[in-house]
């Protein structure tokens, strides 16, 4: 467990620094995750699983462009178009509640296809087993930038974020 950051990214507290993510689930109370830019905060997943490494995520899955049926997690275009998804339309659905901490999911693949990106999320939610891909589901990239609330990454991801006194 040495080896993994958790990482966030929020604009309550200062970008590079180690905060707590108040959730529910935080319930050691620790000041453990890594606050990160969202664009910093994406590449370092996307890098990761594109690089055979697995990352795991907490955030929001009771969206309606969460389909069990069609196996797959993507942003409507009537709630927000792709290219208003930045920091402060993020940290907006943080704030009042829209975004929120209800489950997590496990990164396994990533491919980019047709302009996006598409990771590939292992997922034990009952709804992942009603399509053909039973436990899994398609996670957008838009939606991971919008609704991931933590995820936990290996630390060489991190490479050149972090100065050498960092806790590991």
């Known amino acids: 467990m040495d080896e993994y950051v958790n990482i966030v990214s929020t604009m309550a507290e200062p970008f590079g620094q180690w ?18 830019p969202l664009d910093r905060f994406y590449s370092v997943i996307r890098s990761a699983v594109a690089s055979g490494y697995t990352v795991t995520c907490g955030g929001d899955t009771s969206e309606p462009g969460v389909d069990g049926m069609e196996d797959a997690a993507i942003i409507p275009s009537w ?3 792709a290219a208003y998804i930045d920091q402060s339309s993020r940290e907006l659905r943080i704030v009042n509640g829209t975004t929120s901490d209800d489950h997590g999911v496990h990164l396994v693949g990533f491919l980019p ?18 399509g053909a891909f039973k436990g899994y589901y398609f996670y957008d990239g838009d939606f ?10 290996h630390h060489d991801r991190l490479e050149g974020l972090l100065s050498g006194e960092d806790r590991w």
Request: glycine letters at 4%; one cysteine or more; a positive charge.
């Open 113 to 130: 296809h047709g302009g996006r990106d598409w990771f590939l999320a292992k997922d034990s939610n009952r709804s992942s087993r009603l």
């Open 144 to 153: 991971i930038r919008l609704k991931a609330l933590t995820c936990m990454v």
């Open 19 to 36: 905060i707590m993510l108040d959730v529910h689930d935080n319930w050691r109370r620790n000041e453990d995750y890594l606050n990160l």
């Open 79 to 81: 709630d927000i178009p």
